[in-house]
């Protein structure tokens, strides 16, 4: 895909990987983006190119909206996610179905919504901006971790479901990107330009996964392994007890 022309909407474009999802997709030549936030009035990209629409995951008539005003998107990027730090067994069960709700099924609602307008517009693609922990949980990340592992297969299963149509679904993995929800965070992070310049490169080039920095790369591999020597790295690593 050429981004070149395309009309593309960003949720979560206020800041963060959003944000810069948005200035990656101007700098390449994007002839639209939609920029989505709870409170578009917090967007600050100031070009003619960008349209600020409101989309809340949790908000069902918000997303119907989004549809219906966006209904020339070639590109859907579903960036928008939150961490609440729950903890699976002993945090409140409120926030542990927010996250789900989310990461899976609001990003899945998006899907259904758009799935229709990007195959009246030829297809088109959708990216989502997943984790490494799709693949694995450190402490105080459970809640965080189990709706990104819903989250990438459910990118896996809707890929095979709009194949017919014509729609490229890519999955985006990182570890840690400078943006706020990583603030207390002290480990490495990589700059947050650094995921929608990998995202899009190999959007151009057809790839359906993308591992952003050495940190996926490194869980991915684990993932034929025995678990037990990988927890360990990553105890030591994060200086866990």
Not at 46 to 63: A, T
Not at 224 to 232: C, G, I, K, V
Request: contains cysteine; hydrophobic residues 45%; proline residues 4%.
């Amino acid at each position: 895909m050429d981004i070149t022309g395309q009309i593309a909407l960003v949720t979560g474009a206020n800041r963060g990987i959003g944000r810069q999802y948005v200035l990656e997709l101007l700098e390449r030549g994007a002839a639209k983006v939609y920029a989505t936030a709870r409170r578009p009035e917090t967007l600050d990209v100031e070009d003619p190119r960008v349209v600020p629409l409101r989309v809340d995951l949790l908000d069902h008539d918000s997303i119907i909206a989004a549809a219906q005003a966006a209904s020339d998107t070639t590109v859907l990027v579903n960036n928008a996610g939150i961490a609440t730090g729950a903890q699976l067994v002993t945090g409140d069960p409120a926030e542990l179905r927010r996250e789900m709700d989310t990461h899976f099924w609001g990003t899945l609602e998006m899907i259904r919504r758009f799935a229709p307008v990007l195959a009246g517009n030829g297809g088109g693609a959708i990216v989502n901006v997943l984790s490494a922990l799709s693949w694995f949980a450190s402490p105080g990340t459970g809640s965080y971790a189990a709706a990104k592992a819903a989250e990438w297969n459910m990118t896996n299963g809707v890929r095979i479901e709009l194949a017919a149509q014509g729609t490229l679904v890519q999955g985006v993995h990182l570890g840690a990107a400078d943006t706020d929800i990583s603030a207390g965070y002290d480990g490495p992070k990589i700059a947050a330009r650094e995921v929608p310049r990998c995202s899009l490169d190999a959007l151009t080039a057809g790839q359906i996964e993308v591992v952003v920095d050495d940190w996926s790369a490194m869980v991915k591999a684990s993932l034929s392994e025995d678990p037990a020597p990988f927890y360990d790295r990553i105890t030591a690593l994060l200086g866990a007890a």
